[in-house]
Structure formats: C-alpha cells, structure tokens
C-alpha cells in the first residue's frame, strides 16, 4: 500500500519560512518523480515544484522560484520543500505527490498540510 505523508505545515508571518516533508511508503522512492501541489481556497490545484527521481532536474512555478527549493533524501524516501520569503499569496493546503518518469499524470498523492502565512 502506498503511503504519502506530509508534515510541517502550520501557520507563519509574511517573511518566514517552513519546511514540509513527505514521508513515503511503499513505492520505489527513487524511481519516482516528486512534486508538490498546492489549492488555495476557491481555486484550483496547482504544481508548484517537483524534482525528478536522481535530484539532478527540477522545476519551479514562476511565482515561487527563488523562495522554494525541492529536495530529496532516497535513502530516507522523503521529499522536503524549503519554504522561504513566504506571501500571504502562499496560503494553501499543499500535497506531494508522486508519478513515475516520463509520464504527466501523477499517480500517488497526501493528504495534504495546511500553510497559513499571516500578513
């Protein structure tokens, strides 16, 4: 059964950081593409950030780059997204999710993890 966990939500001042992990189970961990997704309330989901399987290629939403970096652990099967220089604009639940490569849909999702930044 495979499992995505994350943690390290919470609530945080315009201008501060967190740090969310995902714990994985199983799933290959390092055959999978990581991404994290976030919805704010009364819109849509959207990709944030995702890492592909060896670390070495990433992307970035525009509105994020500079201020989130994805990273992940394979021995630990745990993907992370530093959270800096956060906005009242990044206030959502965020997933992590996982597809395998070379394919768009990603197939394994968290329950996801409330960030709050308060201005």
């Known amino acids: 059964q495979v499992q995505l966990v994350e943690s390290g939500g919470g609530l945080v001042q315009a201008g501060g950081s967190l740090r969310l992990s995902c714990a994985t189970s199983?799933?290959?961990?390092?055959?999978?593409?990581m991404g994290w997704f976030r919805q704010a309330p009364g819109k849509e989901r959207e990709l944030v950030t995702f890492?592909?399987?060896?670390?070495?290629?990433?992307y970035y939403k525009d509105s994020v780059k500079g201020r989130f970096t994805i990273s992940r652990d394979n021995a630990k099967n745990t993907v992370y997204l530093q959270m800096n220089s956060l906005k009242t604009e990044d206030t959502a639940v965020y997933y992590c999710?996982?597809?395998?490569?070379?394919?768009?849909?990603?197939?394994?999702w968290g329950q996801g993890t409330q960030v709050t930044v308060s201005s």
């Open positions: 199983g799933l290959t961990f390092s055959t999978y593409t």
């Open positions: 999710a996982a597809r395998l490569p070379k394919t768009t849909v990603f197939d394994y």
């Open positions: 890492i592909v399987w060896s670390g070495a290629g990433t």
